[in-house]
């Protein structure tokens, strides 16, 4: 069973500092793209961020220059660093990826994780 748990959510004053983690657990022979999206209430989720497996990034209009997503293969590991944090970043955090499991490639998510900026 192929899981990703997230970590490193939380309540933090507008301009602070976040780093989301996001761990891939289980069989599988290699993860290929990772990203993180968001879904604030009452809208629709969308992408944050994005990086291949060999480190190529792109990120949503909104956070670039703020955020930096980057990978650990090793660790099977995917981090969001979160800075100049605005009370508009407040949403759920969802981490994804695709996942090789030998068989073919799978989409998969994370719980989801809390982040509210404070004016």
């Known amino acids: 069973q192929v899981q990703l748990v997230e970590s490193g959510g939380g309540l933090v004053q507008a301009g602070g500092s976040l780093r989301l983690s996001c761990a891939a657990s289980g069989s599988f022979v290699s993860i290929n793209a990772m990203g993180w999206y968001r879904q604030a209430p009452g809208k629709q989720r969308e992408l944050v961020a994005a990086i291949t497996r060999g480190g190529n990034t792109n990120y949503a209009d909104s956070v670039k220059g703020r955020f930096t997503i980057s990978r650990d293969n090793a660790k099977n590991t995917v981090y969001l660093q979160m800075n100049s944090l605005k009370p508009e970043d407040t949403a759920v955090y969802y981490c994804?990826?695709?996942?090789?499991?030998?068989?073919?490639?799978?989409?998969?998510w994370g719980q989801g994780t809390q982040v509210t900026v404070s004016s």
């Open positions: 994804h990826a695709y996942i090789n499991l030998g068989v073919g490639e799978y989409s998969y």
